[in-house]
Nanobody
Framework: QVQLVESGGGLVQAGGSLRLSCAAS????????MGWFRQAPGKEREFVAS????????YYSDSVKGRFTISRDNAKNTVYLQMNSLKPEDTAVYYC???????????????????WGQGTQVTVSS
């Protein structure tokens, strides 16, 4: 299992950008598929983006496609979420997730990930 720590959240105006980072512990990071999820107050946790262990597969929710980009650097044990053209409805706590058995080759759900970070707050003002 990996330990995950997110960073990079904050307050930004609509139309702005943020880059989230998720640092993972452990020597087997490169064998884990990674994902980003978010949870707004009073709502269920929802999928944002995922990337396979090799980076060969990526998936995005329809609400962020074309605005967000997920990437990973296996040498640094880190996964990133570049968020551009942010909207107030992107406001949420963003969670990094990892799983050794999710292949990254299909649209994932929360239950596909076994390890989670503590979350980082992203607030987009209008």
């Amino acid at each position: 299992q990996v330990q995950l720590v997110e960073s990079g959240g904050g307050l930004v105006q609509a139309g702005g950008s943020l880059r989230l980072s998720c640092a993972a512990s452990g020597r087997t990071f490169s064998s884990y598929a990674m994902g980003w999820f978010r949870q707004a107050p009073g709502k269920e946790r929802e999928f944002v983006a995922s990337i396979s262990w090799s980076g060969g597969y990526t998936y995005y929710s329809d609400s962020v496609k074309g605005r967000f980009t997920i990437s990973r650097d296996n040498a640094k044990n880190t996964v990133y979420l570049q968020m551009n053209s942010l909207k107030p409805e992107d406001t949420a706590v963003y969670y990094c997730a990892a799983d050794k058995y999710y292949t990254g080759s299909y649209y994932p759900m929360v239950r596909d990930f076994g390890s989670w970070g503590q979350g980082t707050q992203v607030t987009v003002s209008s």
